[in-house]
């Protein structure tokens, strides 16, 4: 399932680099992430990876009209 995740600010060369599997779009001031997740395991790692890199995360959403 695809899954959009909403930071505040801009990402950093290395946030970058970390995320480099996902699409990553610039709505100033906040950034958007969007990838497919495989589970729920996946997921909480990926919001986990979102904390570690130092993002203020917004929200967690499954991307409009995936499936």
Do not use: C, K
Request: proline content about 4%; hydrophobic content about 45%.
């Amino acid at each position: 399932m695809h899954y959009e995740f909403r930071v505040e600010g801009i990402l950093s060369d290395e946030a970058r680099a970390a995320l480099s599997g996902m699409r990553i779009t610039v709505l100033s001031p906040d950034t958007v992430i969007d990838g497919e997740v495989l589970d729920d395991s996946h997921l909480h790692g990926l919001i986990a990876q979102l904390d570690a890199l130092g993002l203020t995360l917004i929200s967690v959403l499954p991307y409009p009209g995936a499936e």
